[in-house]
């Protein structure tokens, strides 16, 4: 298995382009989950997903949208992007919520300039 | 809503010293789990308490969940250079997503 992988490792963007980053993973996991990791800050919750079709806010979801066509992918899309959104960003999914431990993918470190 | 808070933020310690972070939550916690996450990668689960005044022993780590649920302590006897990295402590109560904790940072020097 593979467990959870990130597409890509590493981005620099300008100001007000987008992109998507990617996130797959094989464990059959209904949840899944993009943080953002700032240094000293630890991770914060953007957006998760309980399931295929379903998603719902987190934390810090202004400047991300997501979508979850199939159990596997988990794509967290940033529009227009800004300084503000420089970080590390973090995908993971567990069997279930609350007392599951999360596995986490590799992480994209992301710079906007 | 729901705030983890973690002490100290940062640690140097010798190798062979003991160390110990501190997890308090603003909230009582249905459980807690522990992540450790070294330089350049990302958190690995470690070990999730659940019973109040939980014990649990990994080796040299030992984890203890407060009598309250509402803290909880993670505790290195013998530091090795391997324990580099950064230690989160994540909370939930109910079906709540994880609220994880800003990390302690330890540095073993040799």
């Known amino acids: 298995n593979a467990g959870v992988t990130q597409t890509p490792k590493f981005r620099i963007l300008k100001i007000g382009q987008s992109m998507t980053l990617q996130c797959t993973q094989d464990?059959?996991?209904?949840?899944m989950y993009w943080y953002r990791q700032d240094p000293g800050m630890g991770l914060k919750l953007i957006y998760y997903s309980v399931g295929a079709g379903i998603t719902d806010k987190g934390e810090v979801p202004n400047g991300y949208n997501v979508s979850r066509s199939t159990t596997e992918d988990f794509p967290l899309r940033l529009e227009l992007a800004a300084p503000s959104q420089t970080s590390v960003y973090f995908c993971?999914?567990?069997?279930?919520?609350?007392?599951?431990?999360?596995?986490f993918g590799p992480g994209t470190r992301l710079t906007v300039t | 809503g729901q705030q983890v808070m973690q002490i100290p933020q940062y640690q140097h310690v010798q190798e062979g010293e003991d160390f110990t972070t501190y997890c308090n939550s603003s909230?009582?916690?249905?459980?807690i789990q522990w992540y450790k996450q070294r330089p350049g990668g990302h958190p690995v689960f470690l070990i999730q308490?659940?019973?109040?005044?939980e014990v649990k022993k990994q080796k040299r780590l030992t984890f203890q969940f407060g009598e309250a649920k509402k803290n909880s302590s993670l505790h290195i006897t013998a530091t090795q250079t391997t324990d580099v990295g950064t230690y989160f402590c994540?909370?939930?109560?109910?079906?709540?997503?994880?609220?994880f904790g800003k990390g302690t940072m330890l540095l073993v020097s040799p």
């Open positions: 993971a999914s567990s069997s279930s919520t609350g007392s599951y431990e999360q596995y």
């Open positions: 994540a909370g939930n109560s109910g079906y709540s997503t994880l609220t």
């Open positions: 909230t009582t916690l249905s459980n």
């Open positions: 308490l659940v019973k109040s005044g």
């Open positions: 464990m059959n996991h209904n949840y």
